[in-house]
């Protein structure tokens, strides 16, 4: 499984379906340290079932491999694959000290491709994925890191040479969301409650999530996810277009999740950093589209992801879906 979904995610046709760019950034909320930055561009292929002729495309092979997993395979269902592209940029509070801060989290850069096979419909989404990538100067996280705040006249950070080093890096997840209830029509103001859980191990970082969401509208699209821009997957991406006109929403979420791994923790060495087991994540946002673009802006925050400190980390989510 694993093999088939890497391979889709290299040779995967882009000749139909929808693109997403999801972008992270501290600065938003007016800090630049820990989590600074993150970047995801991901690929929706379309719809099996909506394919002539798709005994050949990946999305309908991916669907009969998987078949036996809960979710997939369901009558009425719609499948399809997604690829995506990911890379984070973690640095700490002092960006302009070039001699390591062993006090703090290490300079650290991410870069990881993506598949993901999604089952969808208006009230349930289900996906199974596989990650890997590559962690240390080969993510390129320094030179992106460096034209961005070259580009905004930022601070240059001074402390890339400390990163931490190569290393490759892996795993595979899975994550299901229902919508609870909902009311209104087409032609009115519409809201709806959801859940949803995820589970992910990985050698970078394994964790356990489940969280709830509100979301308020007009026209509301079928992908009831509150969290529309995530860059952790992309689940926000199945039926975001397949709304019966333009109309914008309000969202606010909330979501618990226990990390009994963390990379930093094991590989960080000398630098002092404690992965803190359970974190809680909070976000509010606002979303405008049409059928063939949505886009949202959102502020996440989370209780502190270091145990040696309290301080919660918070930053500022945009995202574009477009359709090809």
């Known amino acids: 499984m694993t093999l088939f979904l890497l391979a889709s995610l290299l040779s995967g046709p882009i000749t139909a379906g929808t693109l997403s760019l999801s972008w992270d950034n501290d600065l938003m909320t007016g800090q630049d340290r820990g989590y600074t930055n993150g970047l995801r561009l991901s690929y929706l292929g379309k719809a099996a079932e909506k394919k002539r002729n798709c005994t050949t495309c990946s999305s309908a092979h991916a669907r009969e491999l998987l078949t036996p997993l809960p979710g997939i395979g369901a009558t009425g269902n719609n499948h399809a694959l997604a690829w995506s592209l990911r890379q984070l940029m973690i640095t700490p509070q002092d960006i302009e000290a070039r001699q390591p801060q062993y006090n703090d989290i290490p300079y650290t850069g991410y870069l990881s491709g993506g598949a993901t096979l999604w089952s969808w419909n208006d009230r349930s989404i289900t996906g199974y994925g596989v990650m890997a990538g590559v962690v240390g100067p080969d993510s390129l996280a320094e030179e992106a890191q460096k034209w961005v705040h070259g580009v905004t006249g930022s601070t240059d950070p001074k402390g890339w040479d400390n990163q931490l080093g190569t290393d490759w890096v892996g795993g595979i997840q899975a994550q299901h969301a229902r919508q609870l209830f909902s009311s209104g029509t087409t032609d009115d103001l519409q809201h709806d409650v959801n859940w949803l859980a995820g589970a992910r191990a990985s ?122």
């Open 203 to 324: 050698n970078f970082v394994s964790n356990v999530q489940f969280g709830m969401g509100w979301r308020f509208g007009t026209n509301l699209p079928d992908n009831f996810i509150s969290d529309y821009a995530s860059l952790s997957s992309s689940m926000g991406m199945p039926g975001i277009l397949d709304a019966p006109g333009p109309g914008w929403s309000v969202f606010v979420g909330a979501l618990g999740e226990w990390v009994p791994y963390s990379y930093l923790e094991e590989r960080s060495g000398r630098y002092q950093y404690d992965q803190a087991p359970v974190v809680g994540h909070a976000g509010i946002g606002a979303s405008w589209h049409t059928q063939d673009v949505h886009f949202s802006v959102s502020l996440r925050t989370t209780t502190s992801q270091d145990a040696t400190n309290k301080d919660p980390l918070s930053f500022g989510i945009v995202s574009l879906v477009w359709r090809l």
